[in-house]
Each structure stands twice: as structure tokens, then as C-alpha cells.
């Protein structure tokens, strides 16, 4: 008999404008327990704005956003609350402090959101440097770290709470092709070792297949596809086929200016 799988982030529907423009166009996918799932796609595609409506940063144009069986597309901020103490982020810049050390960083989370005692809190900070490979860097400030150990410490500040969900966004920007791929074991480690969540917004296809149980292919704020690691490889869709391989040549094309567009520029 299949395993049953128990559905943590469901996204029905989910249609997003910006100043009239339609970015996400009807966003359907269901994301399991425990999983690792990759939504791929080019720059600009809408991967991004997916992730800031799972977080509730953005509230839909219309459909739904279920969080742990909750719809928080209409959840007030206490809710909300509630929720972010639940998941960790792993955002595109490390987006650290560079006035605060290491351990100060990695901290804050647990001041904000616990009243544990200082002494607690920095043993739960030695804790999660131990997990993400830092040991003895707590009283460094960021600027005296590589890119790949800001990343590090993102990734322990994100797992701070004990979250039951870590997105990352575009994990390995900026970092060359070694430090990704210890990134991209440091992801898989932490899944497997915590029994978390991942969801992975990325369009490097060395690190999709790296990290994914499964994928979901968006372009142009619809999803092509969705399927486990194989599939996604043995994909029949030419879009999914042409992305995954880096061509040039199929249906995913430049942005070509119709007629109209080019009067407009011509005048
Ligand atoms: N707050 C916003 N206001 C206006 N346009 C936005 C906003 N956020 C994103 N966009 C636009 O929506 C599209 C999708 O953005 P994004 O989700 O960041 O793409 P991706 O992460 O896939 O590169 C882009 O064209 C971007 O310029
Ligand atoms: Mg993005």
C-alpha cells in the first residue's frame, strides 16, 4: 500500500498581479512532510513571490495558501506569528547584521521569540554552529567570513527555533561551483538529520538534482510540471527538457518585441 503523506504547504489557485501584470497565474502544488522540493525556473519566472506568499509576506489576488493545514491567506498577524516561529528562511543575501557576531546573529531568533535564559540561549547557539560546520566562529563578525560561511550562518540562524520547514532562496547565489556543492550536502544533511521541510527556490540545475526529492517546473508564473527527481530528468516537456540541459534552442525564448513595440521604440 502507498505510504500515506501528509501535506504541509498546499497552494491552490494562487494568481498574483504587480501593477497589472499577471506574475503568478494560477499556482497549484502540494508540498509533503519531510520532503525536499525544488521549484526551478528562470530569472524573474515568479519562484520568489511563491516563497514571500508561503511566509505571508504577500497576500494572494485570489486562491489559497495552506500552511500546516491552515489557510493564511486570510490569517491575521497573531496567527502569522504563530506560524513564523515554525519555519526558518534562508534568504538570497544571508541577510545578517554586520555589527553583531556570529553568535549575536544566530541569537537574535531565540531572544525574539523565547524567554530562555542567556546561558541556555548560548549553548542552543553552539548547538546549531556545531550543525552547519562553524565551530569556534561565534565571536566572528560577518565581514571576516567567505560567502559560503555567511551562508552557513544564515542556515544556523534559520534553524535556530528548531523549525519544522526551512526555505532557502537561490541558496548557492554568488558562490562558486565547490562551495555550492557543500552547500548543497550541508541542505541534504540538514534534512535528513533533523527530519525537516525543504523547500529549495533555485535555477541551478547542478543543486536541483543534488537536493530534490521532487521538482516543480514553473515558467512564466504557471507550473509545467511537477514529478519526483526521475521523472523531472526523463521530462517529454520541451520547456523542462531545454531548461534542464542549458539549451539555447527550444521553446523558451528571448523576449522578442512584437510590431506595435517596435514603432513605439522607433519614434
Ligand atoms: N513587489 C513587486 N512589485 C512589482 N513587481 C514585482 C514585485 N515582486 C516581484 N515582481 C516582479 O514579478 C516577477 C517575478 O519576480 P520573482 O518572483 O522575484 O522572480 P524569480 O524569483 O523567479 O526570479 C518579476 O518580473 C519581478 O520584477
Ligand atoms: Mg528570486
Known amino acids: 500500500m502507498a505510504e500515506e503523506k501528509e501535506v504541509v ?85 544571508s541577510a545578517l547584521f554586520d555589527s553583531l557576531t556570529v553568535e549575536e546573529n544566530i541569537s537574535l531568533p531565540l531572544r525574539e521569540h523565547t524567554k530562555l535564559d542567556e546561558h541556555i540561549i548560548k549553548i542552543m547557539v553552539k548547538m546549531k554552529l556545531e550543525l552547519v560546520g562553524l565551530h569556534g566562529f561565534g565571536h566572528l563578525y560577518p565581514s571576516q567570513l567567505s560567502g559560503g560561511m555567511k551562508k552557513r550562518v544564515g542556515l544556523a540562524r534559520a534553524i535556530a527555533l528548531d523549525p519544522e520547514i526551512i526555505f532557502y532562496d537561490e541558496p548557492s547565489a554568488g558562490l562558486d561551483p565547490v562551495v555550492t556543492a557543500v552547500i548543497d550536502k550541508l541542505i541534504v544533511d540538514l534534512s535528513e538529520k533533523l527530519s525537516i521541510t525543504s523547500v529549495i527556490v533555485t535555477h541551478d540545475m547542478n543543486s536541483v538534482f543534488r537536493i530534490a526529492d521532487r521538482i516543480a517546473m514553473l515558467h512564466k508564473g504557471k507550473v509545467l510540471e511537477i514529478g519526483t527527481k526521475e521523472e523531472i530528468q526523463n521530462s517529454k516537456n520541451e520547456y523542462v527538457k531545454q531548461f534542464i540541459t542549458g539549451s539555447p534552442d527550444g521553446p523558451i525564448g528571448f523576449f522578442k518585441p512584437d510590431e506595435n513595440y517596435l514603432q513605439e521604440l522607433t519614434k
Open 9 to 93: 504547504i498546499k497552494i491552490e489557485n494562487l494568481v498574483k498581479e504587480f501593477g497589472g501584470r499577471r506574475v503568478l497565474d494560477g499556482i497549484n502544488l502540494e508540498i509533503y512532510k519531510g520532503e525536499s522540493f525544488v521549484i526551478m525556473g528562470g530569472s524573474g519566472c515568479g519562484k520568489s513571490t511563491i516563497l514571500r506568499h508561503i511566509i505571508g509576506g504577500l497576500r494572494p489576488d485570489s486562491g489559497k495558501v495552506y500552511l500546516f493545514g491552515e489557510d493564511i491567506s486570510t490569517a491575521g498577524d497573531d496567527k502569522m506569528d504563530g506560524f513564523k516561529k515554525r519555519f526558518g528562511m534562508l534568504f538570497q543575501s
